[in-house]
């Protein structure tokens, strides 16, 4: 049996997991089950975010506050980038309905940050040491349901 880190380690999995679960529950809790609408041509996309302070450049708009927060995004490349000052920064992506899609599950790929984690449907910066940090992420919008984070 594998032995993980524990929250006190180096790389902190057990934190990582519980504040991703928190962000997944944010996520989930947001939906509401509902298939929000969207304008025509683009796709709702969740973005959970947690890790505060920070500051954070989606699609044009700061955001300051840890939550989970819709986007209306074409198909394609895009790119979230920010600052942290915690020691850690979590993004977890979701898709804005069941008719919908969203990001492409394994399209994330962190571009700028401390310790990268990158998983399937989220990314993680950091090295707990409180210190201004800069990220970046890039991700892959697409309007097939079937491959998008759930």
Known sequence: MEERPTSESKNGWRFREVC???????LYLSC????PTSPSGSVPVFIGLAGA???????????TAEGAFQFNMAPGD??????YSNGLMV?????????????????????QGVQPDVENCSAS?????????????????TTDRYSACQ
Do not use: Y
């Not at 991703?20 to 944010?26: Q, T």
């Not at 509401?32 to 298939?35: E, I, L, P, Y």
């Not at 993004?91 to 571009?111: D, M």
């Open 53 to 63: 302070p920070f500051s954070v450049d989606i699609e044009g708009r700061t955001i």
């Open 20 to 26: 991703g679960g928190l962000v997944a529950a944010l």
């Open 32 to 35: 509401g089950g509902s298939n």
């Open 125 to 141: 910066w950091g090295d707990f040491i409180r210190r201004q940090e800069s990220f970046k992420v890039r991700f892959t919008v």
């Open 91 to 111: 993004i977890t992506f979701a898709s804005g309905g069941v008719a919908a899609g969203g990001v492409r599950s394994g399209s994330i790929v962190s571009l």
């Open 78 to 83: 895009h790119e979230i980038s920010g600052t």
